[in-house]
């Protein structure tokens, strides 16, 4: 089946320096891959759409400055949170979808990267 | 707006059945997701429903009907590693996905 590796899995950093999280489609190529958010106990919640070859959708209430994203290639796009705070703390999980099961197009989903940002 | 709703949190005994429920209301739909969540680990498939009625596979069952906008999960023979989140994902009339906050579920011996 699929599948999604996102590095690295934990990550802790001062404030103000900046964090790059890779996401790989190990066995299939993505055009479109998704970068999610989640707090404790919340939902994930979509940050932006990463196309390859063009810039990233982002979605309302989202910084673009902060949260740079690249897909340069078919299989990798980077989020990269640029001069992170505490309040950047968080899970951040990528997904692509990586084909059908059951008739639907299924998006699989990276380990997800814990970042703390002291 | 769109909407999905689950309950927060359940609890279960080891070995009984539990039905997590989700309801939305969403601008189109074009199918319904299952996923698991275990804590601090990113969500796995469980199930995709898009026509009416109940997809059963092994221990889990997801049921739909699109005219009341309501979908279940059913979980049978309740182990401990089943203790983890549930979500309930909706794909609306653009193919975007609508998340559910997630039903964490606990599993007591």
């Known amino acids: 089946g699929a599948v999604v590796s996102q590095h690295p899995s934990r990550v802790i950093c001062k404030s103000g320096t900046s964090v790059k999280i890779e996401c790989r489609s190990l066995?299939?190529?993505?055009?479109?891959m998704f970068w999610y958010r989640q707090f404790p106990k919340q939902s994930l919640m979509l940050m932006a759409t990463?196309?390859?070859?063009?810039?990233?959708?982002?979605e309302q209430g989202v910084e673009k400055d902060k949260f740079l994203i690249n897909h340069a290639s078919l299989t990798l796009s980077t989020l990269t949170v640029t001069s992170a705070h505490p309040e950047d703390s968080s899970f951040y999980i990528c997904?692509?979808?990586?084909?059908?099961?059951?008739?639907?197009?299924?998006?699989?989903f990276g380990a997800g990267s814990r970042l703390t940002v002291l | 707006g769109q909407n999905i709703d689950q309950p927060t949190e359940m609890t279960a005994t080891e070995g009984a059945i539990v039905q997590i429920n989700c309801t939305y209301q969403?601008?189109?739909?074009?199918?319904l997701f299952w996923y698991q969540q275990h804590a601090g680990e990113a969500p796995t498939f469980l199930s995709y429903?898009?026509l009416d009625g109940l997809e059963e596979k092994g221990r889990f069952s997801s049921f739909l009907s699109r005219s009341k906008g309501y979908s279940y999960l059913l979980l049978k023979e309740l182990q401990m590693k089943d203790s983890a989140s549930y979500l309930c994902?909706?794909?609306?009339?653009?193919?975007?996905?609508?998340w559910g906050a997630g039903t964490k579920l606990i599993i007591k011996p």
């Open positions: 997904s692509a979808s990586g084909g059908e099961i059951s008739g639907a197009n299924v998006l699989t």
């Open positions: 429903n898009v």
């Open positions: 994902a909706v794909r609306d009339s653009n193919y975007q996905l609508i």
């Open positions: 066995d299939f190529q993505a055009t479109t």
């Open positions: 990463s196309n390859e070859g063009s810039k990233a959708t982002y």
């Open positions: 969403t601008s189109g739909f074009n199918g």
